[in-house]
């Protein structure tokens, strides 16, 4: 069974401009959140989609908003890019049903560099 | 809000037991979890405990659960050099939803 993927694994951006980060999670999971991991903050939760529909977001700015599609991939998006966007982004997979056991499994996550 | 608190250091000798430490604030914490994290890699999941157990054991890693005090820790048996990394304490409060809320991390150095 695939796990979760992540694309690009590396990215190097520019200040102001913007960003799409993808996830495709395992094979029958519903549920995909996204978490930033840096130095300073340590791993912040930014925001969960289970069915195409955002059940739970994170204390991030409007910049960063996500999306996911029917097959149950997502992306998430960075808008007008700061220094401090620089991080390690991880994407997350459940099923979603929320219950014993079913617990999360992480991707290798797309390291984003601002410049 | 939720918080959870780990030491941020642990250095062990190969063969000794490493014990890695967690406290979380919030009192209706569900699912509390263990992820390991190796240099340039994603978050490998461990183990987990549900809040009405006290322990739970498998293969080498022991997780012990303190309601009362909200506390948990991670005991790794006979620890060995790729054990080296980064272990994160997670809480997940709320059934239905993937909001972890995650410890600052304990990097574990095992010299050989």
């Known amino acids: 069974k695939a796990g979760v993927t992540q694309t690009p694994r590396y990215l190097i951006k520019t200040r102001g401009q913007q960003v799409t980060l993808s996830c495709s999670p395992i094979?029958?999971?519903?549920?995909v959140s996204w978490y930033q991991q840096t130095p300073g903050q340590g791993l912040q939760f930014l925001f969960e989609?289970?069915?195409?529909?955002?059940?739970n977001k994170g204390n991030f700015p409007g910049r960063f908003s996500g999306r996911q599609f029917s097959n149950s991939r997502s992306e998430m998006n960075v808008s007008t890019l700061e220094l401090g966007d620089s991080a390690l982004y991880l994407c997350?997979?459940?099923?979603?049903?929320?219950?014993?056991?079913?617990?999360?499994?992480f991707g290798q996550g797309t390291r984003l560099t601002v410049v | 809000g939720e918080d959870v608190e780990q030491s941020l250091f642990l250095s062990v000798r190969e063969g000794d037991s490493s014990v890695i430490n967690c406290t979380y604030t919030?009192?209706?914490?569900?699912?509390l979890y263990w992820y390991k994290q190796e240099p340039g890699a994603g978050l490998q999941l461990l183990t987990y405990?549900?809040?009405?157990?006290d322990m739970k054991q498998d293969q080498r890693l022991t997780v012990l659960l303190n309601k009362k005090d909200k506390h948990l820790s991670l005991r790794i048996a006979d620890t060995q050099t790729g054990d080296s990394a980064i272990y994160f304490c997670?809480?997940?409060?709320?059934?239905?939803?993937?909001?972890?809320?995650f410890g600052t991390g304990t990097r574990l150095k095992v010299l050989a």
């Open positions: 997350a997979s459940s099923p979603g049903t929320g219950g014993a056991g079913t617990e999360a499994f």
């Open positions: 094979s029958g999971h519903r549920s």
């Open positions: 989609y289970f069915s195409e529909t955002q059940r």
């Open positions: 919030d009192s209706s914490s569900t699912y």
């Open positions: 405990i549900f809040s009405n157990m």
């Open positions: 997670a809480d997940r409060a709320t059934s239905g939803t993937y909001k972890y809320i």
